[in-house]
């Protein structure tokens, strides 16, 4: 959860199991993925432009990079531009078609790699 001026601003879920139903190939491979869910930002701060949504995900994929995860993956509505856009700034990628469910649900899914984790990157520099 993040804070500002003792008020909830936003939050986050992070997790290493998938919050949605994955097929085999929704995602390029990774090793050990970390998955994004549940990204909201206080709806009074979306008026006035502040950074909040930036703020959670670039901490998500600081936690995620740190705890070993070589990918953060994550699921959006395509029809929220705003949100997806933000994402792909932040360096995710999209990856396959917007699906949509029964229920007529849309989603895209979207993946920033980070390349090897922290244990790997200190085997390299020994």
């Known amino acids: ?8 601003a936003g939050m986050f879920t992070l997790s290493w199991d998938p919050p949605f139903t994955l097929a085999a190939d929704a995602f390029p491979p990774a090793v050990r993925p970390a998955y994004l869910g ?9 008026a006035d432009s502040a950074p909040t949504g930036a703020t959670c995900v670039r901490r998500a994929a600081e936690l995620a990079s740190a705890r070993g995860a070589d990918a953060l993956r994550s699921e959006a509505n395509p029809d929220l531009a705003g949100t997806v856009k933000l994402l792909e700034l932040l360096g ?3 990856h396959g078609d917007v699906l949509t469910d029964a229920a ?5 899914r979207l993946q920033k790699s980070f390349g090897p ?4 990157r200190s085997e390299e520099s020994r």
């Open 1 to 8: 959860m993040l804070r500002h001026d003792g008020e909830v």
């Open 38 to 46: 549940r990204l909201a930002v206080a709806p009074r701060l979306l």
């Open 92 to 94: 995710f990628r999209r």
């Open 104 to 108: 007529g649900r849309r989603t895209v």
């Open 117 to 120: 984790g922290p244990a790997a």
